[in-house]
């Protein structure tokens, strides 16, 4: 553990001593972020508490859930109501545990799947991961629970070496699923996204080709450099415009993940001759559509995808500290999410730094 951190850790502890102070970001009204004070939780006897350091946003869902999207509830179709919370990608350091707890220890630094913006985390012990391995930072750990989206979805493809792949959208969760399929043995990979600067950071992080979706001869550029079509693909857009154009790109016998989250209804497909007749296999890849306790091949559990993204950082394999363009306080969250309501080319990767945050 670093000198850093221990320092840290025994701040945190003379602050425990007196009374935990914990703050959270809440989304109070749409398109409104707000830093507020917060209840901090004791572990139960089988949780532990977490001193956050780092949250990264998840922009898709979180803009939905900021501008109060009416289609954010997958499950329920409830009405939008506030105030919402969100931040579930996370790390930090374990501060208390229950009785019960065995697989982590005060001190340890952790990874975070599960949780909010939020100063003081109580979760389930298996929400968190102890970090192995001294070169992967907090800062990186910080991004591992959003990566087994990715991650999930690349495994229900069943991706088999010298497969091509395409990823459509260089979000966050494309530029994982770039990472991902080039270390899984896709040849070529290619990630298509309107944006060039997304595109060039797709060929920084394992992309072969890159192609701009909107030009009108992209499913004939994908083809050419695939020798008729990709084998798998990850739909990342939740356009269904995106995954028009994905099913335009496929080989016989593909397979899509439905990775972003296609919440509107309103288009059509031609499932007759777009995956009907090549014989196209259309998953749905959320992230909860998987099992909680026991992997199996293609169909991993959240805390395994954790360990795994977590040894394929620290062994070089894939690169998250240059998918992250910028750090800012938890104090800066109102004008941080008043960017990420109105601008649609916000940055794939933001995070917030809880070191900055007074508690």
């Known amino acids: 553990m670093l000198k850093f951190d221990l320092d840290l850790l025994s701040l945190i502890h003379g602050r425990e001593k007196k009374k935990v102070e914990n703050r959270q970001i809440v989304f109070t009204k749409k398109n409104t972020a707000e830093l507020l004070p917060a209840k901090a939780v004791e572990p139960g006897e089988d949780q532990v508490m977490v001193r956050t350091m780092f949250s990264t946003i998840s ?19 409830s009405e939008v109501s506030f105030p919402r919370y969100s931040g579930y990608s996370s790390s930090g350091i374990v501060v208390k545990k229950g009785r019960k707890v065995q697989d982590v ?18 979760l389930a012990s298996g929400d968190v991961v102890r970090l192995e391995e001294d070169n992967v930072s907090l800062q990186e750990a910080a991004l591992v629970h959003i990566g087994t989206f ?11 070496i010298g497969e091509s792949a395409l990823v459509m959208g260089c979000g966050i969760l494309g530029l994982f699923a770039v990472q991902f399929a080039h ?8 990630a298509a996204d309107p944006v060039r600067e997304r595109r060039n950071l797709a060929l920084s992080l394992g992309a072969d080709f890159v192609f701009d979706p909107l030009e009108e001869d992209f499913a004939e550029k994908v083809k050419a450099v695939t020798g008729g079509g990709v084998h798998t693909a990850v739909e ?29 209804s309103d288009f059509t497909i031609d499932y007759y001759r777009k995956v009907h007749g090549p014989g196209i296999t259309l998953i749905g890849a959320h992230t909860n559509a998987r099992p909680a306790v026991e992997s199996h091949p293609g169909w991993f559990t959240k805390r395994d995808d954790m360990k795994a993204i977590l ?16 750090t800012y306080s938890p104090e800066e969250c109102t004008e941080v999410y008043r960017r990420l309501a109105e601008d649609r080319d916000f940055p794939p990767v933001i995070q917030f730094d809880w070191s900055k945050c007074e508690v």
Do not use: W
């Open 236 to 264: 990342v857009t939740g356009q269904g415009k995106g995954l028009d154009e994905t099913l335009d790109c496929m080989a016989k016998f593909g397979r899509v993940a439905l990775l972003g989250c296609t919440r509107n």
């Open 311 to 326: 040894k394929l950082c620290g062994s070089g394999r894939i690169d998250l500290k240059k998918m992250i363009f910028g």
């Open 183 to 190: 270390a899984a043995g896709a040849v070529p990979v290619i």
């Open 59 to 77: 922009a898709g869902t979180e803009r939905a859930n900021l501008t109060g999207d009416a289609n954010i509830n997958i499950y329920t179709g």
């Open 150 to 160: 990715s991650m999930a979805a690349i495994r229900k493809t069943r991706l088999e």
């Open 105 to 122: 220890e005060v001190g340890d630094q952790v990874a975070v799947g599960g949780g909010f913006h939020k100063a003081y985390n109580t």
